[in-house]
């Protein structure tokens, strides 16, 4: 059976659109997609550093759209693992785990890896955000589309805009 890995941030929780209610909070402005496309989060929202150690962050962000249902598809035909950089953030990893259980219950705590980096991972197929991690893997990758990877070359990886997207081709 083949091994698939997805990202959690940016992959399952929609961490920008987080970054942008909490923006929104404190500025009360709501800034448009187009106008931070290809520029990372750190950079366009001011208080971004400070938002991502505030209890709930990773908690209470969104699911994106499809996710769930295709993810469990993909879930019986494949063997999935949910791989999260969590270790920077210490009081994510609670937060993230408790996320996963409510929105994905058919993932068990076995198929969850919270890691630094995901450089040691292994698998047949890499689902992520972030050329950090997609870059490194091996085998074949899917690079998920945000604002903060818009605009630039998907190189090797193969650009997916959605999980509907991403049914499509594993289904």
Excluded at 146 to 158: E, F, I, S, T, Y
Aim: net charge negative.
């Amino acid at each position: 059976m083949q091994r698939i890995v997805v990202d959690m941030d940016g992959v399952l929780a929609d961490v920008a659109e987080q970054f942008f209610r909490y923006d929104e909070r404190d500025f009360g402005i709501r800034k448009e997609r187009e106008a931070i496309a290809g520029k990372p989060e750190l950079e366009v929202f001011k208080h971004a550093a400070r938002h991502v150690l505030e209890p709930g962050f990773f908690r209470t962000a969104p699911v994106i759209k499809d996710s769930q249902a295709v993810l469990e598809a993909i879930h019986q035909r494949y063997e999935v693992f949910i791989v999260s950089a969590a270790t920077e953030f210490p009081q994510s990893l609670s937060e993230k785990q408790t996320w996963l259980n409510e929105h994905f219950p058919y993932i068990s705590w076995k198929q969850m890896v919270f890691c630094g980096l995901k450089t040691i991972i292994e698998a047949d197929l890499m689902i992520d955000d972030h050329f950090k991690n997609l870059d490194h893997f091996k085998n074949s990758t899917f690079l998920f589309t945000q604002p903060h990877n818009l605009h630039q070359d998907a190189g090797r990886h193969k650009r997916v805009d959605s999980w509907s997207e991403i049914g499509k081709i594993l289904l």
